[in-house]
Structures are given as structure tokens and as C-alpha cells.
């Protein structure tokens, strides 16, 4: 079981499908965090162990870099709890992109994996 945060720009539609196949999920509106900027989601779902799920690729693989790069570097041992990058399509099929990565239990810990309609997940770097 993964606990999902699902940012402001994904359909809110997908949680109680999470739900419903045994993941915690909540929405940015759920946790208060309907207008928070995306390095805020990183902070506060590394804090909470909540997996990010994003639409957003550029921004999230900036951050992704940027937390693994300065966590090194500076010698901390924190890691962020996962993030799902989403490419569009109906929340039944991201619900079910989502629940089919989860069932193969991947590793989340510090790690990003990008689906897009057509394609397997792909692990970022």
C-alpha cells in the first residue's frame, strides 16, 4: 500500500479509485494544499512519506534532480517519498496506470517514474 498525494493539477477523480484498490489518497485540496508551490509538495510529502502523483514533468524533474544533487552533496540522508508524473488521458486510466505500477511494488523512496498513454512506466534518472 502507497500513500498518495495527488497535486492541484490532477483530476481529484483518481483518489477514491486509489482507495477503492487499497491506497491512502488525498488530494492537494484535502491537505490544504490546493495553492502550494511545487517545491512545497516535495517538502511536505517527504515530511508526511506521501508519494507525489503530477502532471507537471518539467518542474518535478527539476526538483527530483535538484533533491537528489543537494541531498549528496550535502551529505543528508532524507529522501523524498516517490513521484508519479502522469501524461493526460481519463482519471479511470490514470487510476488504473497508477494501481498497475504499485501492484509491482517499485521501489518509491527518492525515485520518479513517468507514464504516458501507450508506453510502460519509465524510471527517471
Sequence with gaps: MAFILLDHNVARDIA??????????ITALDAG?????????VLVSSD?????????KKD???????WRRWSTAWGIQHAHA???VLGEAAPTILANAIIDLLAG?????????????????????
Excluded: C, K
Design 16 to 25: 477514491p479509485l486509489l482507495r477503492q484498490a487499497g491506497h491512502g489518497a
Design 33 to 41: 494544499m490546493h495553492s502550494a508551490e511545487d517545491d512545497e509538495y
Design 48 to 56: 508526511r512519506a506521501w508519494t507525489i502523483v503530477t502532471h507537471n
Design 60 to 66: 518535478f524533474n527539476l526538483l527530483h534532480g535538484a
Design 82 to 84: 516517490g513521484i508519479l
Design 105 to 125: 511494488d517499485p521501489p518509491l523512496r527518492n525515485h520518479l517514474y513517468q507514464w504516458r498513454p501507450g508506453r510502460a512506466w519509465a524510471r527517471g534518472r
